[in-house]
Every structure is written in C-alpha cells, then in structure tokens.
C-alpha cells in the first residue's frame, strides 16, 4: 500500500479537526461533527476505502475510528523510517509564503527572559511552517529608532562612563536607562531635552549618529550571541530605522485617500469608525511622526517586496493587540489586504512570580538564563535551554506564565528534560541491540530499523491486541502529524508539546512494563517501536527548536 501523504490517512481532507477519545472510549480516532451531519463525513470516511479504518460509526456529534492495528503497524513504521527527521511533514503549505516577524528586541536594553517566549514561540512557528511545505521569510524588526533611544543617548551624554561602558555594555545602558526613566519622573525637562536630541540624530548629527551606531552595533552582538545559543537566525534584520525613510509617503497616500485626515498645522489623524478602535495619530502637530506611522510603511514594504506571501504574521505580546489591530484596519481602509496580516498574541511572563520590567531594572537577562540553566542541568546544553524553551511554550500562548526553575527542569513530567530522557532511554536500548540484531542501524541522526524481508512476518500475532502497550505507543506514533498540523493551524506550539509530554508517557509505560530486549518473536516490532519513538521526540522537539542531547 501506498500513503505517499500519510498525514492523517486523508482524513485532514474532510475533518477540521482529529482528536484522539477520551480513555473508555472503544475507538482511536474521533471526529467532532458541530456543523455538519456526521453521518455525512461517517460516509465521506468510509468512501476513502482506507483499509486502515476498520469501524468507522457515529456516536452523537462524533465520528469514531477503530484502526486496523496490523495495518496501521505495517504504515506507519514504513512511513517513519522513509521519512526519518521529516516524518510528520506535510505539504499543506506547497508554492506558498509566509512572512513571519518575531523576536524584535529593542537597541541598548537586553532581551530578558520574557524575550525568551517571544523567541520561542517565533522560532517553532518558523519551523511548523517549514514542517507544512511553506517558504519562510523570518524578519527581526529591531527597535532602533525613537524616543526611548533618545533617552538613553542623553543618560549617556550626561552620566555615561566609558570603562564602564567597554566592560559590560549592555548593563550600563541599562542602568542609565533606568536612571534617566526615574529622573524624567521627577523632572519633565530631561524628556524636552531627549526630544531635541532625537531631531538632532533625525537630522544626521554626526557625533550623535556614531554614538547610536556604537550602541547599535553592541545590541546586536549581544542578540546575536542569544540568537546562536537559540539556533535561531532570521531573514531580514532590517531594524526601525531602516523604514524612516518610507513614513513621509505613506501618510500622505493615508490622507489622499481619506484615511487619515489633517486641520491645518494639526497632528494627522487615523479614525478607523469603529467604535472598537480609537483614533490613533500617525503624526504631531510639531512635526514628529509616531509608531504607527512607521508600523504602516513597515506593512506596505512587507507588500512590496514580497507581493507572494499568503500571511504576514507578527508575533508581538497580547499588550499591543489593540494597537495592532488599528494597524491592519488602517492598511484595509488604504486598500491593502489587510486579511493577510495575522497578529500572533502571547500572554506576560513572570519570574518566580515577579513582574519583569526593563524600567526598573528587574530583570534577568537571557543570556545568563540561558547559562544558568546549563548549569543546573550538569552542563547540558540541550537540557538547560531546551528545558526554557519547552517552559515557554508548554501552555497556550494566550496564558500568562510564571517562569519556574522547579518546573522547567522537572525531571517527572511535561519539561524538556523529561522528554529528553525518553529519547536518551530509546537510543540507549537500541546501542544495546544494534550488537545482536542487524536488522538495526546507528545513524547519524539517530536509530533506524533496517526493514528487511521477514521484518512484518508475525507482526500479526504480537500486536494483535489493539489495547497492548506496543498498539498503544503505535497509534500515538500515528497521531502525531495530525498534532503538527493543528499545531500550524492554530499557531499553537503548545499542542506539540503537549503531544511530546504525553508521547513521553505512554513511551516510559511501555518500556517499563515490556520486556523490550527479551529474545522472541517480537523483538523485531518492540525495538522497531522504540527506534520510531525516538524519531518521533526528536522530531517534535525539533519543532519547538529544541535539541536532543546524547547522553543524560
Ligand atoms: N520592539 C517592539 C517592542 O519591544 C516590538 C515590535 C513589534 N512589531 C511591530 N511590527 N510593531 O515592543
């Protein structure tokens, strides 16, 4: 049989969504039918003529699946070991692009551990998207440019200390950005005077000019060396500054074509009539362009210079949803496709139960997050980073998380290194029988069953039982592609992670009560499940940008 695109057995092709019963349920697959007659897609099902499915009935708003476990072993161990790194991929995403913003950080402050969401979250849906067949162009819209910078150029102008400066930059901006925040709160002069330094910069003050490229130039191998530890790079590093030039020409197409309007010498203002979104104004009346002027001319580039993409997606925090949304509404109203651009929201992330804030200086860079986990995890890389990403991805992105060192590296469930070790545990057994059992091999990317001739012979007699820990581990193994492509659908990392911890579970429970290694006729199809369990965890961990460490 051939299932060049196993994805879901063609299901994707007639269910929204797949979801695996509740325990007690005699069935393996279910389809919720809200609104439409699920003794139609009952049918639509069975007209596939998959002889996979073996029952397909209707139970109320479901359509429940039985698989045919023989059929399904023999599928789904071909199809892992065919596709390997790329098992669970699919094609949804053929001839299509996606614009993809993230991460985003902002010149002269360091990324902190809340960056650490928004990176993460970017990264695995660079990656989902990847994993769906779409071409990714990734962007890093860096904050360079405006008002906060001022500031900080005038904290430094006035307090900065060049040997402090040279030994850890990007702590002393901090510092005097936290200093010049207090002092403005006291004073509204500094602010007048921030405000005469950004025209100065505007206008190409050379001094000004290359005390902003020193501090550009530092804030970017800072985030450089974060982005390296993340595996992450982008496409486009084109920071604010880079747009300036295009403000001036989208607010006057916004006032040509009616909307934006302008009184005379007044601010130019953006009234979308919706009683859901506030006028916003794109420029003062003293000249000074705001933040949604830049965010429109950064839109209408993203158009321009890719007119291919399907979504331009901006993963941003849920603070900014408002604002955001004025953005989209805005380019609609001035006749862009505003259904191409999609805002990726994501909720605050406290640490150890404290609001992070770069104004107060309450923060704990990444970077030494990032160290300091590697620490605790005995100097495993992959372990200590891969235990903050999994931690910042494993609840929905719309939940506000506490940041846990007791939880991110939890070594008895949904963590990272509980994952990790289920892969560990696989490779170790299959270094084990690879001596004795040529029908396995090492290779570089992992373990790989060698299916040979007789390799299916009895599969029949040892996975008859569609409720044995081999049939079990089996169907979740199957499962997992239709988990990527909810993950994609809904922008939703989480449901992989969610997925892995569960597959990381039912992984331990079949290696704790199955005598994997033990002599017999299902040697063959036991150690075959584990080499296509490792497959799957490192697969899926590759999705969240996580890496698979050797050894524990
Ligand atoms: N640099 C901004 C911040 O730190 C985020 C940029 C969001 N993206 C955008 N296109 N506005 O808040």
């Known amino acids: 049989m051939n299932l060049e695109s196993l994805i879901m057995f063609g299901l994707e092709k007639i269910a929204q969504k797949i979801e695996i019963p509740p325990a007690g349920v005699a069935a393996d697959l279910a389809i919720p039918c809200f609104t439409e007659d699920p003794r139609v897609v009952a049918e639509k099902i069975r007209a596939l003529n998959n002889p996979l499915f073996q029952d397909v009935v209707v139970v109320g708003r479901y359509v429940n699946i039985s698989f045919d476990v023989v059929v399904l072993a023999s599928t789904v161990i071909n199809e892992v070991t065919r596709q390997k790194e790329k098992y669970g991929w699919n094609d949804m995403g053929a001839n299509k692009t996606i614009f993809l913003e993230y991460s985003s950080p902002n010149i002269a402050k360091p990324m902190h551990m809340g960056h650490a969401r928004n990176n993460a979250i970017g990264h695995s849906l660079a990656r989902l998207y990847q994993a769906s067949g779409y071409t990714v162009v990734t962007a890093n819209f860096i904050g360079d440019w405006g008002m906060s910078l001022a500031k900080i150029l005038l904290a430094y102008q006035k307090w900065g200390d060049e040997a402090a400066f040279t030994k850890d930059p990007i702590r002393h901006l901090l510092n005097l950005y936290v200093r010049v925040t207090e002092e403005i709160a006291k004073s509204g002069e500094l602010e007048d005077e921030a405000r005469a330094l950004f025209k100065m910069l505007a206008a190409g003050d050379a001094e000004l000019r290359a005390l902003w490229e020193k501090f550009c130039a530092v804030s970017l191998t800072d985030f450089k060396r974060v982005y390296a530890m993340l595996k992450i790079d982008f496409d486009i590093w084109n920071g604010e500054s880079f747009y300036e030039r295009f403000i001036p020409t989208i607010i006057d197409e916004a006032l040509v074509k009616g909307v934006a309007t302008q009184a005379k010498d007044g601010p130019v203002v953006v009234d979308c009539n919706d009683p859901k979104l506030p006028p916003f104004l794109l420029r003062k009346s003293d000249g000074a ?53 999609i805002h990726v929201p994501y909720g605050v992330v406290t640490l150890e139960g404290k609001k992070i804030s770069t104004r107060t200086g309450n923060i704990v860079f990444l970077e030494e997050g990032l160290r300091e986990a590697t620490k605790r995890a005995k100097g495993i890389k992959e372990v200590g980073i891969g235990a903050i990403i999994y931690n910042m991805l494993s609840m929905g992105r719309e939940h506000d998380i506490a940041f846990s060192w007791g939880l991110a590296l939890s070594l008895t469930g949904n963590s990272a290194p509980y994952i990790q070790y289920a892969f560990v545990r696989a490779k170790a057994i299959l270094e084990k029988a690879k001596t004795a059992d040529s029908r396995f091999k090492m290779q570089d990317s992992g373990i790989h069953p060698v299916a040979g001739d007789s390799f299916f012979l009895n599969l029949e007699s040892c996975i008859v039982n569609p ?46 009560a199955v005598p994997v290694l033990a002599e017999g006729e299902s040697r063959a199809l036991r150690l075959t499940l584990v080499g296509a369990s490792a497959q799957v965890i490192k697969n899926g961990l590759w999705l969240l940008g996580i890496d698979v460490p050797e050894r524990m």
């Open 289 to 341: 362009s705001l933040y949604g002027a830049r965010d429109l001319a950064v839109a209408k580039w993203r158009l321009t210079e890719y007119p291919q993409v399907e979504k331009i997606v901006y993963v941003v925090g849920h603070e900014q949803e408002l604002y955001l949304r004025q953005i989209f509404r805005t380019l609609g109203k001035m006749g862009y496709p505003e259904e191409k651009f």
């Open 467 to 512: 409720s044995s820990h081999e049939a079990r581990l089996l169907k979740l193994i199957a499962f997992y592609s239709e988990a990527v492509r909810q993950a994609h659908a809904l922008n939703a990392p989480h449901i992989v992670a969610t997925f892995l911890n569960n597959f990381a579970q039912e992984f331990n429970r079949f290696y704790d």
